[in-house]
């Protein structure tokens, strides 16, 4: 599989490979779509664009990204809230090892996390309410797994693209540290969004290409 690496300046540098999205029909609005969504799958113009986040902004856009265990599921419930979702891809942020496999990753030895690029629209949707979407979606009490999945590779974690981001994901969870989760510890890293890597074509929208509704991480 063709992998191209990708540097992006966020202050810090943002590094991002691509697997070669072939077969996921045409484009618009700068998007490469799956077709029984409607929802893009290059957030960013991932693979198009050295600084994906100037790309995200130029339209009016903003970037976001999740860890919530396995990244099937967490991907699949984002694009289940369709609105102000423009595109979504799944890859491994928050390790140490340049361009990692998935083989790699599970490993457990290159410090990524299974992660999810959101790019969305946020006059349709706040940051705010992507940030308690995601806490929705999976158990973030659970330390370094969710469910039956296991491994730092599967963490909780909200990855920072700026200033704003960061205190609005730690204000939402100390908001639910304090009520929801009063009697219990939520593990959710909050970090400065760094070296970003593209999963291997064959693990995006992966519920969604099989015509499946997302069955992992479903809290």
């Given amino acids: 599989m063709k992998t191209i690496a990708l540097w992006v300046a966020l202050g810090s540098a943002l590094a991002l490979s691509l697997s070669a999205l072939a077969g996921h029909g045409g484009m618009d609005s700068g998007f490469v779509k799956v077709a029984n969504s409607g929802i893009g799958v290059t957030p960013g113009d991932i693979g198009k664009r050295m600084d994906i986040l ?23 419930q984002f694009r289940l809230i369709k609105k102000g979702i423009a595109a979504t891809a799944v890859g491994y942020s928050g390790g140490h090892v340049p361009n990692p496999t998935y083989e790699m990753v599970c490993s457990h030895t290159t410090g990524h996390a299974e992660s999810v690029l959101v790019e969305f629209d946020p006059k349709q949707i706040s940051y705010e309410q992507l940030v308690n979407d995601f806490f929705q979606m ?32 730690r204000k ?48």
């Fill in 54 to 76: 100037q790309a995200a902004r130029e339209r009016g856009h903003d970037l976001a990204m999740f860890a919530g265990g396995c990244f099937w599921g967490t991907e699949g």
């Fill in 172 to 219: 939402v969870k100390n908001e639910l540290q304090s009520t929801k989760y009063a009697n219990q510890h939520i593990a959710t890293e909050i970090a400065k969004a760094g070296p970003f890597w593209m999963a291997e074509d064959y693990h995006q929208q992966y519920y969604e290409k099989r015509g499946m509704a997302p069955a992992c991480n479903i809290h």
């Fill in 138 to 169: 999976h158990d973030p009490t659970q330390v370094d797994g969710q469910g039956p999945d296991l491994g730092n590779n599967y963490r909780s974690a909200i990855f920072y693209f700026d200033n704003d981001q960061e205190a609005i994901a």
